[in-house]
């Protein structure tokens, strides 16, 4: 059973940087599609970022040039570096394993403050 925990969400003031990791346990990641995702209150589940097995990453309008995804296969984990946050950046995040079988992590709060 894979397992994806996010950790590195906080309040932050508007203008400031946060990183996000998405650790994966009981599966490697290396061949899946890995996507960043965000919710907020009253609001469905958005795609931010996805980065493909093989390196291509697309992004959504309302972040690109801010944030950044990458990730290490070596130590399976998926990164999501944010930058000039914005309060409408404020969102539980989630990433996902993309594929036949997909599989969510428990999310990360990022509250920014204006």
């Known amino acids: 059973q894979v397992r994806l925990v996010e950790s590195g969400g906080g309040l932050v003031q508007a203008g400031g940087s946060l990183r996000l990791s998405c650790a994966a346990s009981?599966?490697?990641?290396?061949?899946?599609?890995m996507g960043w995702y965000r919710q907020a209150p009253g609001k469905q589940r958005e795609l931010v970022a996805v980065i493909t097995s093989g390196g291509s990453i697309n992004y959504a309008d309302s972040v690109k040039g801010r944030f950044t995804i990458s990730r290490d296969n070596a130590k399976n984990t998926v990164y999501l570096q944010m930058n000039s946050l914005k309060p409408e950046d404020t969102s539980v995040y989630y990433c996902?394993?993309?594929?036949?079988?997909?599989?969510w992590g428990q999310g990360t709060q990022v509250t920014v403050s204006s």
């Open positions: 996902k394993r993309i594929g036949f079988t997909s599989y």
């Open positions: 009981g599966g490697i990641i290396s061949r899946n599609d």
